[in-house]
């Protein structure tokens, strides 16, 4: 198969029409998109992500419309936070209707929904009769892409269209939360930051976010962002000395190392906005050179560094 790169959103509407795989971007990561409500489109993107089935998929539609035509609308508590945050980075759960095929779902009961905020990707849904259900697009286990290169160099031959958006502005996945009775639960941290949570939710909120022991969300597994390289924490009393520096990598928040060859720093200014849209940048970059060894920094534990530091730390192994 040819992958195709291009802004075309006629060509990815016919080729999602006809069951194919198109990339999609958004303003977290760029997706892997495929017909919904079609068991056999959605089963190529598992196939092409080397996906297990049992990851359950996140459906995005362009409207609130949608929402109400595709699914079962259980808890309003969560489509009043969505209403205050859509299109924008929050995953919200509700009780899956029947024409959500359960490959969608990898079988639980309830549908991961989102309105992603990306204008070429709200106009390429708004002309489709379907919504799309769209993983991260990149191979399973790995970085997610944040931009349509990042697509094509692990995807290519595998998808049918990438659809170019440029770079994701956040550049971390959604948050996702649901409603376990009256408690509001957050599954993965991300682009919306809890402190929002709390102010639109007013009640008790609960972060679960690892979940070793449950194979029904990978996302949550404790190692789920995989490099290739040795992952290491970069500890606060790093000792350069002991260090080959030539064979090792550094991935720093704001600081840069004087006579280091190979470093990444997330945000100079120290901004947890720019950190958080370069960080899989980051992680890919130091992935691709000749070094063994990566030391990775964490950044301050508040707002999107929730997210930032809950993605470093699945980079290390046990
Ligand atoms: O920002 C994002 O959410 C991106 C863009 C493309 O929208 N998508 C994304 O999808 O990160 P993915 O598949 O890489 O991560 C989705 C995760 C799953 O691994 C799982 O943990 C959780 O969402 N999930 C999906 N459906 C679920 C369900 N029904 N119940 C519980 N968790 C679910
Ligand atoms: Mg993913």
């Known amino acids: 198969m040819k992958t195709e790169i291009g802004k075309d959103i006629e060509k990815a509407r016919a080729i999602l029409r006809a069951g194919g ?7 977290t990561v ?23 089935r049992f990851d359950p998929l996140i459906v995005h539609i362009s409207t609130f419309e949608d929402l ?10 969560l489509n009043n936070i969505a209403k205050k945050i859509w299109p924008g980075p929050l995953t919200i759960l509700h009780q899956k209707s029947e024409i959500i095929p359960d490959i969608v779902t990898a079988g639980l009961e309830r549908v991961a929904i989102r309105i992603p905020d990306h204008p070429l990707t709200l106009a390429l849904l708004s002309g489709l009769e379907f919504p799309v259900a769209a993983p991260s697009a990149n191979p399973f286990n790995y970085v997610s892409p944040t931009s349509a290169k990042h697509v094509m160099d692990q995807l290519d031959g595998k998808i049918d269209y ?3 958006g440029g770079q994701s502005a956040v550049g971390v996945e959604s948050t996702i939360i649901g ?9 993965r941290k991300g682009g919306t930051e809890i402190e929002k949570i709390r102010e639109l939710f007013d009640g008790k909120i609960r972060i679960q976010t690892l979940s070793a ?13 995989s490099p290739q390289k040795k992952m290491l924490l970069f500890p606060s009393n ?8 030539s064979k090792t990598g550094f991935l ?28 899989f940048e980051g992680l890919r970059y130091l992935d691709k050179l000749p070094i063994d060894t990566v030391y990775i920094e964490l950044v301050p534990e508040k707002s999107l560094g929730l997210a930032i530091n809950d993605r470093l730390k699945r980079t290390l192994g046990d």
Request: no cysteine; net charge negative.
């Open 21 to 27: 795989l198109v990339a999609i971007p958004t303003e």
């Open 30 to 52: 760029y997706g892997l998109a495929a017909n919904a409500l079609n068991p056999e489109a959605v089963a190529k993107i598992f196939e092409a992500k080397n996906r297990p």
């Open 68 to 77: 109400e035509r595709f699914f079962i609308q259980k808890d309003l508590r």
């Open 162 to 164: 990438i659809l170019d």
């Open 179 to 187: 409603m376990e009775g009256d408690e509001l639960v957050v599954y």
């Open 213 to 225: 022991s449950n194979p029904s969300a990978p996302g949550m597994l404790k190692k789920h962002y």
């Open 238 to 245: 790093f000792d350069i000395s002991q260090t080959d520096i």
């Open 252 to 279: 720093r928040f704001k600081e840069t190392m004087e006579n280091i060859p190979w470093q990444f720093v997330l945000s100079p200014a120290g901004d947890l906005k720019e950190a958080a849209s370069r960080l």
